[in-house]
C-alpha cells in the first residue's frame, strides 16, 4: 500500500477519444477523434488534488472528403485546451479509486484545411465536469481512466465535448 501524502506532484499521459456536439462551427462539420492529454496533480490533501490538463484533441469531418478542385476536403479540427481542474478522491486509502473533478480552461480550435492553412473557431473559455478512476499497479504508477464532458460558449455558439481517456500517473516524489 502506498502513502498518498500532501504536497505530492503526479505525471500523467493519456490517450483519449472525443466527440463533439452542439451549435458551434466546431459541431456543425465535424464530430469525432483522436486526442492525447498530458495531465499534472498536486496533492493538497489524501482526498483532494488541484490538476493542471494540457489536452490535444482532432476530430475528423463529418461529410466525406470531395476532390472538388478549389476545394479543401480533408479538414479537420484540432482543438489545444488548458485547463484548472479540482480533483476529489473517493476511498483512497484502497488500491482501486473513484474520483470525481470539475473545472475551467481555455480552447484554442483550428479548422486545419491543409499543412499551410488553418482558421481558428470559437476560441474562448470552457468548463469541464468528469468522473475516474485510479488503479495503482505498483506504488509509484498508477492507470488512470476518466469520462469528461467539456462546454463552452464562443460567438454565441454552444459546443459540448465528451471525452474518455486511459493513461498512467506516475508519482515520482513519493
Known amino acids: 500500500m502506498r502513502r498518498l501524502r500532501p504536497n505530492t ?24 477523434g483522436p486526442g492525447y492529454a498530458l495531465r499534472f496533480r498536486y496533492m493538497l490533501s489524501r482526498a483532494a488534488a488541484l490538476g493542471f490538463s494540457f489536452e490535444h484533441q482532432r476530430f475528423g469531418s463529418i461529410q466525406p472528403p470531395l476532390n472538388v478542385p478549389g476545394d479543401f476536403a480533408d479538414s ?24 470525481f473533478l470539475f473545472g475551467f480552461g481555455y480552447a484554442n480550435p483550428d479548422v486545419v484545411y491543409t499543412p499551410e492553412i488553418s482558421a481558428r473557431v470559437n476560441e474562448g473559455a470552457f468548463l469541464t465536469a468528469g468522473i475516474g478512476f ?36 506516475l508519482y515520482p516524489g513519493d
Do not use: C, K, M, W
Open 9 to 32: 506532484l503526479s505525471l500523467g499521459l493519456q490517450g483519449q477519444f472525443g466527440v463533439a456536439r452542439g451549435t458551434s462551427r466546431i459541431a456543425d462539420g465535424f464530430d469525432q
Open 76 to 99: 479537420h479540427v484540432v482543438v489545444t485546451t488548458v485547463s484548472a481542474e479540482a480533483v476529489f478522491y473517493r476511498h483512497r486509502e484502497r488500491d482501486l479509486h473513484p474520483y
Open 134 to 169: 485510479e488503479r495503482f499497479i505498483r506504488p509509484r504508477v498508477s492507470i488512470d481512466g476518466s469520462v469528461r464532458a467539456y462546454g463552452e460558449i464562443a460567438n454565441s455558439e454552444f459546443t459540448s465535448i465528451g471525452e474518455v481517456s486511459l493513461g498512467i500517473h
